[in-house]
């Protein structure tokens, strides 16, 4: 299993200013993915961070609003770009040891508020 | 539309009582199950893994079966547990990518004493 930590655990942020959740994996993994988990529903992928290339988005997320950075197989970043209170989720790193495994990981989530 | 859908959407059980929660979805073509477990803060962890082939899986109280000609999975939890108090995800993947992966709303379950 990989271990996988999330920085900041949680934040409160004023509208129109930009969070960046780091995530930290103890092992080099092949795939890493970025979800949100809004308030009482599940887990939506925003996207799929790509090691040395530009992120891959799912419909409804646009790289302007959650840039992603993947400097190496083990870290990850995720900016979340002009809040709105509508941003105000549980954002969550996850990683998945590729290669036709379907097991995923998922770091503890950073709850933020958007005020 | 590929749709996973859990019930109940919430439920009590007193320790040490036996609960079965249901999953059933409309994903195709189908690759795989999984529950999973969500402990309130915190990241879902996995509890079982089950391709179409697999009609049941254990993972110490937890046992889960897979119905894949009528869609349906189940999630069998045996003497619970105080720490069983969470909410438990179906997840169900459509294809070879992560794009087809559709989690489940989730059935949250407390344990009282």
């Known amino acids: 299993s990989a271990v996988i930590s999330q920085k900041p655990s949680r934040d409160i942020c004023q509208r129109g200013t930009s969070l960046t959740i780091q995530c930290q994996v103890d092992?080099?993994?092949?795939?890493m993915f970025w979800y949100r988990q809004q308030p009482g529903q599940s887990l939506t992928l925003i996207a799929t961070?790509?090691?040395?290339?530009?992120?891959?988005?799912e419909s409804g997320f646009v790289i302007d609003k959650f840039p992603i950075s993947r400097p190496n197989l083990t870290f990850s970043t995720l900016t979340v770009s002009n809040m709105s209170p509508e941003d105000s989720s549980i954002y969550l790193c996850s990683v998945s040891p590729g290669a036709g495994s379907w097991e995923q990981f998922f770091g503890p989530g950073t709850r933020l508020t958007v005020l | 539309k590929n749709q996973v859908e859990q019930s109940p959407q919430s439920l009590i059980i007193l320790e040490g009582k036996n609960c079965t929660l249901q999953c059933n979805y409309t994903v195709s073509p189908f690759s795989n199950l999984r529950w999973y477990k969500q402990d309130t803060g915190r990241g879902p962890v996995s509890l079982t893994i089950?391709?179409?082939?697999?009609n049941t899986k254990s993972n110490g109280r937890y046992t889960a079966t897979l119905d894949a000609d009528t869609k349906q999975s189940s999630l069998h939890i045996t003497a619970s547990q105080l720490s069983d108090s969470a909410s438990y995800i179906c997840?169900?993947?459509?294809?070879?990518?992560?794009?087809?992966?559709?989690f489940g709303p989730g059935t949250s379950l407390s344990v009282i004493p």
């Open positions: 961070a790509n090691q040395g290339s530009e992120a891959t988005y």
């Open positions: 092992s080099q993994v092949t795939m």
């Open positions: 089950m391709t179409f082939s697999e």
């Open positions: 997840v169900v993947s459509g294809g070879t990518s992560y794009d087809k992966v559709i």
